[in-house]
């Protein structure tokens, strides 16, 4: 190995861009496309990040015996590779057999959990690299696999690098075979590969050109061969020991809302020794993985259909300002939020709450009633959070909308705002209201991105702009006309409306902003809704006479 090479730039939209003094350079990367980074020929560069192999096991002595002979023939620079083999409570132990890389450790998985996630947990807070690389204990790799995928983290910090694989049925080798056939070269003559089955995402990596058009790249990063900087596994929060089955595409998941790039490297090849367990009983198999996903990829549509549902992970954060507000005024519009056509919603509600303190206060005309109305009302609310602000980072959330209280959603609004936002692959959708103000619907993933490439003074929504791009449309097109203001139409023929006709939302539907919005301080909403007086929010008349009822039965 000689010269590494750089990534190409000319200070436009493919070049580095530099993170803080003496920190790495990170290239602009639009979406997935990884084009800008241009990897050096195997065996044509110098390495110099260290690496570390975490090898979860539990049992299957004999293949873990093939997957270190393998790895102790590698190209990679055997002095920047160390290999962690964390046995999952195999009986009898595992053991570390002769034919193994020099700096290889068997350890025990941590006390108090068990499976996959929990071994490569273990694994990677015992690793010394840089970058930690996932491997299965019945892998066998190339010779130039690590050096294929570690190509790729020389070039930018926060690329998640997955291998290639093809499934064979055992054939009874020994390690010394493998060894000399992986250090000589003869990997093809190795196993009868003429039997192999294909992994089924290499197909959906060609069909998009190397994951470089994908939408949702973590999909195909399945777990077998992967690899990522261990502070990108911080970040993302590690493995969930939870999930027992489809841990790696969770984790994936994950991985992308901190604003990862995937990057398969074909290169990089292995036989994973037995076949498939989807070949041997794809029904359980399915059925095992779906509700570990459903509960925590809200991008997966697909598995939550039931309606009435809670889960895990909200698919969208719905971010309102509750200070300064009348209480039902807040309440309806938290009621418009949970009660769209979206079911996995989840609402913030933004105010200094430490301030009410639970002591000796005036009850019926404390300056903070309107607050204290909202908390009470909301407190106990699982689909609702009491916030002094949200929080930096939506992840795992995929979406956060934030928007003015006094423009309620309308049951549609989310799901036709995520629609365009997929639509036009934007980062960020900006939702324009006549009176100059504005709402956000931020792609978390984009966001992220975005804090990883940013410069101190840099303008976030810029820097989305040029990762995913930022789209920008009119009120009207997320809410229907108000009754009013629906253009008269011809006999027999329908208004025009941005947002498709719903025979189940209420007969007093949300406020509409297509009319000129008046200024915040102002507070007086569109048409149908509540008017509001200056700050801060007097009741409205039926609230007024709820507090005189009381008084006047105190008073008996």
Not at 167 to 181: C, I, S
Not at 314 to 339: D, K, N, T, W
């Amino acid at each position: 190995m000689t010269a590494s090479t750089n990534v190409t730039g000319d200070g436009g939209e493919g070049s580095a861009s530099p993170k803080g003094a003496g920190g790495p350079a990170r290239p602009v990367i639009r979406h997935n496309d990884y084009s800008p980074l241009i990897p050096p020929p195997l065996g044509a560069w110098t390495p110099s990040l260290p690496v570390s192999v975490v090898i979860p096991a539990y049992g299957g002595q004999h293949r873990l015996d093939l997957t270190l002979a393998a790895l102790a023939a590698q190209t990679y620079p055997s002095h920047l590779m160390e290999v962690v083999v964390v046995d999952d409570g195999s009986e009898p132990p595992l053991r570390l057999p002769g034919i193994r890389p020099e700096r290889t450790r068997l350890v025990p998985g941590a006390p108090g959990g068990w499976g996959i996630a929990h071994a490569i947990n273990t694994g990677a807070r015992l690793a010394e690299g840089e970058i930690v690389q996932r491997l299965d204990s019945d892998m066998v790799i190339c010779r130039e696999h690590i050096e294929a995928l570690m190509r790729w983290h020389h070039l930018a910090d926060y690329v998640v690098t997955i291998g290639a694989k093809v499934f064979v049925e055992e054939q009874a080798r020994t390690p010394e075979q493998v060894h000399a056939a992986v250090r000589d070269g003869d990997f093809d003559g190795l196993f009868d590969l003429s039997t192999a089955v294909p992994s089924s995402t290499e197909a959906t990596i060609r069909r998009l050109d190397g994951l470089r058009t994908s939408k949702n790249p973590y999909h195909v990063c399945t777990g077998p061969t992967v690899s990522f900087r261990r502070a990108l596994f911080a970040r993302a929060g590690g493995f969930d020991a939870r999930v027992l089955r489809g841990e790696d595409t969770e984790f994936a998941y994950r991985l992308a809302m901190t604003g990862a790039v995937f990057v398969p490297d074909m290169e990089a090849r292995a036989v994973h020794l037995g076949l498939p367990a989807q070949r041997v009983d794809t029904d359980t198999t399915v059925r095992v993985v779906a509700p570990y996903l459903a509960q925590r990829v809200p991008l997966r549509r697909d598995l939550r259909k039931e309606p009435g549902r809670r889960w895990l992970v909200p698919y969208v954060e719905v971010v309102l300002q509750a200070e300064g507000h009348a209480e039902p005024r807040v309440r309806a519009a938290v009621a418009s939020a949970l009660g769209g056509s979206l079911p996995d919603v989840r609402v913030t509600l933004v105010a200094p709450w430490d301030r009410l303190t639970e002591g000796r206060h005036r009850v019926l005309d404390d300056p903070d009633l309107e607050l204290r109305l909202v908390r009470e009302q909301f407190r106990h609310d699982e689909g609702v959070l009491l916030s002094p602000g949200p929080a930096r980072d939506a992840a795992p959330v995929p979406f956060r909308y934030t928007g003015p209280v006094e423009v309620p959603l309308h049951r549609r609004s989310l799901e036709v705002m995520i629609r365009m936002i997929n639509d036009k692959r934007a980062g960020l959708l900006v939702v324009e209201f006549p009176d100059g103000r504005t709402a956000r619907l931020e792609r978390t993933d984009a966001v992220n991105r975005a804090r990883l490439l940013a410069g101190p003074g840099d303008d976030l929504d810029a820097v989305i702009e040029r990762t995913h791009g930022v789209h920008r449309a009119p009120a009207a097109k997320f809410w229907p006309p108000a009754p009013g203001d629906r253009p008269r139409t011809q006999p027999g023929k329908a208004a025009p409306s941005s947002v498709p006709a719903d025979s189940s939302a209420p007969a007093s539907s949300p406020s509409s902003p297509s009319g000129p919005l008046p200024s915040q301080a102002a507070e007086k909403p569109p048409s149908g809704a509540q008017p509001a007086s200056a700050q801060p929010s007097s009741p409205p008349p039926a609230a007024r006479k709820l507090v005189n009822r009381i008084r006047s039965l105190r008073g008996r």
